[in-house]
């Protein structure tokens, strides 16, 4: 079975700083997405960045990038110049890319505190 | 467009009785999808929808719960002879066939079961 896991159930960074959120995830097979959503308190959840596992290149949006290490199935969220609004939990999420497969299989979550 | 759209925000309920929340998708998405999530976790699928065909089933969703989406639009859950451990907050997703990866999710409905 597929499955995702976080390790750190909470961190806090300094406004400002860099924070690196982990991620590790369990798979059989090649070719799959994987994802970062960010679920502020309001709970809506929002897509912050996406990898395809056969692009080497780690994906980046702005502040926030990706080191995916598809042989070590890791998939870690750096966020820079943390600012006070991505206070949030952090979910990692999977999904293979094969025929039927569309179901997203989530982490426990971090619960990301940014201090002033 | 607003969204997805996830009627009621909250709902209160004594045990064994019936709920039913609704989800609007965002009009052109033709897939949509009802995840479970519990304080402290992560999202859990329960099932998906592809217009109006439900296509896939979580064994999380047991035969308390029944999910429809009639004319490929709106989608409604319902959960039959509710029970304490079915308190959670309900996310509905929706997304289009080819788009490659994330769903737009939203707010979410939460239960408590008295």
């Known amino acids: 079975a597929q499955t995702v896991t976080q390790s750190q159930p909470e961190m806090s960074v300094q406004e400002a700083e860099t924070v690196t959120l982990s991620c590790t995830y369990d798979?059989?097979?090649?070719?799959?997405?994987l994802f970062w959503y960010k679920q502020p308190p309001s709970r809506q959840m929002i897509l912050v960045i996406r990898?395809?596992?056969?692009?080497?290149q780690n994906a980046t949006e702005n502040r926030f990038s990706v080191n995916f290490q598809k042989a070590a199935k890791s998939f870690s969220l750096k966020i820079s110049d943390s600012q006070l609004g991505d206070a949030a939990m952090y979910f990692c999420?999977?999904?293979?890319?094969?025929?039927?497969?569309?179901?997203?299989?989530f982490g426990q979550g971090t619960r990301l505190t940014i201090n002033p | 467009d607003t969204g997805v759209s996830q009627n009621p925000r909250h709902k209160i309920t004594k045990r064994g009785q019936n709920v039913t929340f609704r989800c609007d998708p965002i009009?052109?998405?033709?897939?949509l999808y009802w995840y479970r999530q519990t304080l402290g976790q992560g999202p859990e699928f329960l099932t998906y929808?592809?217009?109006?065909?439900?296509?896939?089933k979580s064994r999380l969703l047991s035969d308390r719960f029944s999910a429809e989406r009639p004319k490929g639009s709106f989608s409604t859950l319902e959960i039959q002879r509710t029970e304490q451990g079915d308190s959670a907050m309900y996310l509905c997703?929706?997304?289009?066939?080819?788009?490659?990866?994330?769903?737009?999710f939203g707010s979410g409905t939460r239960l408590t079961v008295v």
């Open positions: 990898q395809e596992a056969y692009k080497q």
């Open positions: 798979t059989s097979e090649s070719d799959y997405y």
């Open positions: 997703a929706s997304s289009l066939v080819v788009h490659e990866g994330g769903y737009t």
């Open positions: 009009s052109e998405h033709n897939r």
């Open positions: 999420a999977y999904r293979p890319i094969i025929q039927g497969a569309q179901k997203l299989v």
């Open positions: 929808f592809q217009n109006e065909a439900q296509l896939e």
